[in-house]
């Protein structure tokens, strides 16, 4: 019974010595595994695959977080494209005037004088801006903007909030073709109501024109407006130029020459009136409307006749805001 007992004890010692030198980094070449290992080892396995954790993923290069090398803005040929907004008002439209701090809006040039002293004083400098002003209907705006695109020419555009929703094809045709835009209220309504007859407009009420007219525009094209403004009816005061002012409105545009297109005047008479007794700087008023049927506007019929007037007394086509350069 010892022996035996002395027997097994040596055949388990000598498998634990086996076992531990076949798990050593220094052992010899492992035992072949038996026959029942090898069933087991190519059974398939029972464990269920949403039972073994995935893989850790390693994370791809976080090249997004990168940014990319800035790149100039490519040039265009106008402002509607909101992306280039920014770099076209820098090096496409020249800066407005500074505000000359009166706490009002200023008239260019001034109604009773029909100068200004941002006009500059060479009279040799002749200049011509055609301003039309687009408040009422869609009118002759598309066969204007064929015209002045055939003659190389770019127009100031003064325009409703109203107008501009109702035209935004027109609006956004303005803004690409590098023409001027400027504020014209949304609904056209009297600042003053020496027109109308309505009571004159609160300042709450004359930035709500202001705001959200401009804001319909820089949706539609991303154009600035600011600081240029005109006044519905030609109707004014020191409270409404006042309240132009708060709203970053300082330069309020007038005219020269008024077309009387909106009255009916036709094609000669406008260009009677308007292309003689020319004064250096020229500030044309016109309109896009078609006007009345009893009294259709002659400011369309009146451009091909009125620009080839203009040239031939050397004067040449600008915005209003490339007038009021230094």
């Known amino acids: 019974m010892h022996r035996t ?29 038996s026959a029942t290992a090898v069933q087991l080892a190519a059974a398939p396995s029972t464990v269920s695959p949403s039972t073994v954790p995935p893989p850790t993923a390693v994370p791809p290069t976080a090249t997004a977080t990168v940014p990319p090398p800035t790149a100039e803005p490519a040039a265009a040929p106008g402002f509607g494209n909101v992306a280039n907004v920014s770099a076209l008002q820098q090096a496409g439209r020249p800066a407005p005037p500074p505000d000359p701090g009166t706490g009002k809006s200023v008239l260019v040039p001034d109604p009773t004088t029909l100068e200004s002293p941002l006009f500059g004083d060479d009279p040799t400098e002749l200049q011509v801006a055609l301003t039309f002003d687009a408040g009422a209907d869609r009118g002759h705006a598309a066969e204007i903007l064929d015209l002045l695109a055939s003659e190389g020419i770019k127009g100031s555009f003064g325009m409703t909030g109203r107008w501009a929703e109702e035209n935004a094809d027109l609006v956004r045709r303005m803004a690409d073709e590098g023409h001027m835009l400027f504020n014209h209220t949304y609904d056209h309504d009297s600042l003053t109501g020496a027109s109308t007859g309505n009571e004159p407009q609160t300042a709450e009420e004359v930035a709500w024109q202001l705001e959200t007219t401009e804001a319909i525009v820089r949706d ?23 309240y132009l002012a708060d709203n970053g409105y300082y330069l309020s545009l007038w005219w020269t020459c008024d077309t009387y297109g909106w009255k009916g005047w036709t094609a000669d008479q406008i260009n009677d009136y308007c292309t003689v007794n020319l004064k250096p700087h020229e500030i044309i008023l016109l309109h896009v409307g078609a006007g009345r049927a009893d009294a259709p506007s002659g400011d369309y019929p009146a451009l091909p006749g009125m620009i080839a007037a203009f040239r031939e007394q050397g004067y040449a086509f600008v915005t209003v805001e490339e007038m009021l350069q230094p």
Request: glycine content about 14%; charged content about 10%.
């Open 5 to 33: 007992f002395g027997l097994l004890t040596m055949l388990l010692v000598a498998g634990l010595v086996n076992a531990c030198s076949a798990g050593s980094p220094g052992a010899g070449p492992a035992a072949a595994p």
């Open 220 to 242: 539609l094209t991303g154009y600035e407006m600011k600081p240029y403004f005109r006044t519905p009816y030609a109707d004014y005061d020191d409270a409404s130029l006042g």
